[in-house]
């Protein structure tokens, strides 16, 4: 079961609970980058391809944020007709393709909507998605919340149709999905930002942000969450694990285990937060310290990449 963790956002109560689900299993080589991010796509892809040895399952973590002003879902997940013929026969091809150095398990009972109508939410009550990116273990479940608008950027649809999925080949969204683009209708940063793009306020008191960071995809999303305790980076799969992201940034993302004491599970991820107060930091990454990080870490003297930089290896999936 989901285990939620408590907030205050100018002493109203803001609600975050992490939800699995399933899993997904890629590659060795696709896991930790076997060819360099500037090998050529297509290089890395048959390379993936063609390793036979398949990592360690991950989570495929989902967010709801019950805000006071309406409830929030980072990312859609996966849903278990990926695993289904019936629902490729638009396109069999992409479907034997994906399924071959993509693996998804996930029962009906794990899907997002079937988790929070069982925490007593139901789908209709969702105020908008945000999509960190539309890979198919994100995006999936994004068609029970015709309702809510949908949060992504242009720059994720070119990406997404120039690798296969034409616009009416999408299986996420139809014309009735209420689309938004952050890179239309968000606000630029002012000065130089490196990592940090157009910001939408989602909320009106600016305590929720959806902020197009692209690295592991040229449309990619972090959602920004400033809360009176802690402020709380989603930021999908800029990681894949906390051994891969930068420590110093302290960045809370879709991780299994604390990068500061690794004293956390899987489900309770958001507990990382008080973690980090225990381990002296400071529990606040602001989006100043967050920016100044990436500057530091791209010009480092041990020369490792920043988390935006490790993740544009990770391109793929
Ligand atoms: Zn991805």
Redesign the pocket.
Known sequence: MSQSVEFTIKGAPVRVTPIQTGTITIKRCHHTCCLPERAPMTARFAAILADRRWADPLPIWTFMIEHPEGIFIVDAGATPDFNDDASWTHDPGAGKLLRSFLRIDVGERETLPAQIDALGIPAADVSAVVLT?Q?I??TASVPAFEHADTWTTEAEDRAAAQTGSCPWRWRWRTDQTRIRHIDNEGIEPAGATRGLRATVDLVADGSLRAIHTPG??PGSVSVALATDQVEIWFT??TSFTADTMNRRLQLLAYTPTCPQCGGFTDTSMVEACSCRRTTGTTPNVSRRQWRDGLELDRHNSRGERSVVGRAEQ?GL?
Request: net charge negative.
């Open positions: 990116h890979h273990d994100h592991h995809t999908g799969d990770n999936e």
